[in-house]
Structures are given as C-alpha cells and as structure tokens.
C-alpha cells in the first residue's frame, strides 16, 4: 500500500504516520525527520537544510525531491510506504508522480488531515520530540509516563524543536497556504483523496 499524510504543520501526521505505520506495517517516511537527521550530522547538505528550516521555509524542491527519491529505493519500501511531510509542493507531487510510474504504481489514497489554525499554534509550543527515536509528546496533551524520559526508547532528552515556537509556527502556515494547500486540487481528480 501507498499512502500520503497531509496536512498543515502540527496537524498530527507525523504521530498519525507512526501509529498506522505500526498497523499496516508500512514504514512511515518523514522527510522533516530526514532533514533534522541531515542538520544533525552537520553535513554541509544538513547546514544548508537548517538555513530554510530554522526560518519556517520549505527547503528546496530539488533538495528534497533527491532526498525523497533516495530514501523510496530503498528495499523496505519495495512493498509500499507512508509518506509523512512529502510532497509539499506541487513540483514535488509531480515528481512522486513520475517515481510511482517508473516503478509501475500508484497511490492507495492520500489522507488529508483537518484541524484548525488555532489549535496548531498551541500543539506545536507544548510538542517536545525525542532525541533518540524522534517520537512526538505533548507536555499538556500527550506527555511520557515519566517526566523527560521517551516511553519508546528511554532516552533522556525530549527538546523543543526550533521550528516549534509560535512565530516559525506562523510563518510555516503561510508557506502551507502558498505552496501545501494546492495538492488538494493536485490529487482532488485522483479520487483517492480522503479527509479526516
Ligand atoms: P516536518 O517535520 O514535516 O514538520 O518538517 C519540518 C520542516 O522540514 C518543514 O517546515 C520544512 O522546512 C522542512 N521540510 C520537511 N519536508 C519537506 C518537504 N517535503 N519539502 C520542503 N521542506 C520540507
Ligand atoms: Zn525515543
């Protein structure tokens, strides 16, 4: 099965990806967690992906068409995949569009996830993620059975990603509203757009 998550950033897609990616057996590919895996390793790609990221920007199509196109060849996406985060653009979708082709296939649905403006300003500051594993908590809605500890991997460090805070938070939305928000139309005719 192939299945695309979208949404505006702090919709959930992430926590929603890694629940169904557990039921369905599918991995749940998050280009965001790519990213910050990149910025991580301070490889000069990773620098560049943090001068867009740190400032609510999307990053580069071709950056992460390449990034996107690397991860979806690899062996345990061969039976299907959830995609988290990607596409973003247009331009993106249509390159996901060439991909499945070229391995004859297509998309199973793409689930768009509904919340509204003002709720995401509030998940985003109180989200904390886990170094470790990347798991997502709430510190009022979804905080981890023990204070500062991952239920999932024990590591000690849940941080507040930079992007997280309620001006980086705004500026993301207006980049969902330009450049996201047109896949609706983009996958409307597919008929496997699903809102939930
Ligand atoms: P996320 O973890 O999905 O919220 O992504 C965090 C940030 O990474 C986004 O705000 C973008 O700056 C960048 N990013 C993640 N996925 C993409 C994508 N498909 N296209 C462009 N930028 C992306
Ligand atoms: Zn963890």
């Known amino acids: 099965m192939r299945l695309i998550l979208l ?8 926590t929603q990806a890694k629940v169904l990616s557990g039921r369905l057996e599918l991995p749940a590919i998050s280009t965001g967690d790519l990213i910050r895996a990149a910025i991580a390793q301070g490889s000069e790609l990773g620098k560049k992906f943090d001068s867009f990221i740190s400032h609510g ?7 992460v068409i390449d990034l996107a196109r690397q991860r979806l060849a690899e062996p345990d996406c061969a039976e299907g995949f ?17 991909m499945l082709e ?6 199973d649905a793409v689930v768009n996830i509904d919340v509204s403006d003002e709720l995401l300003v509030e998940r985003a500051e109180g989200r904390r993620t886990c170094r470790g ?24 460090e849940l941080y507040r990603r930079d992007d997280d805070c309620a001006e980086v938070v ?4 207006v980049e969902y509203r ?4 047109p896949l609706l139309e983009y996958y409307q005719p597919s008929g496997f757009l699903q809102h939930v």
């Open 7 to 14: 949404g505006k950033p702090g919709c959930g897609k992430g």
């Open 57 to 63: 920007h999307l990053v580069s199509d071709d950056l």
């Open 82 to 98: 959830m995609l988290d985060g990607f596409p973003r653009t247009v331009s993106q979708a249509e390159a996901l569009t060439k």
């Open 102 to 107: 070229a391995i004859e296939h297509h998309l």
């Open 133 to 156: 594993c990347g798991a997502s908590y709430h510190l009022k809605f979804a905080a981890p059975a023990q204070e500062g500890i991952c239920d999932h991997c024990d590591a000690e």
């Open 170 to 173: 705004l500026k993301r939305l």
């Open 178 to 181: 330009e450049k996201t928000h």
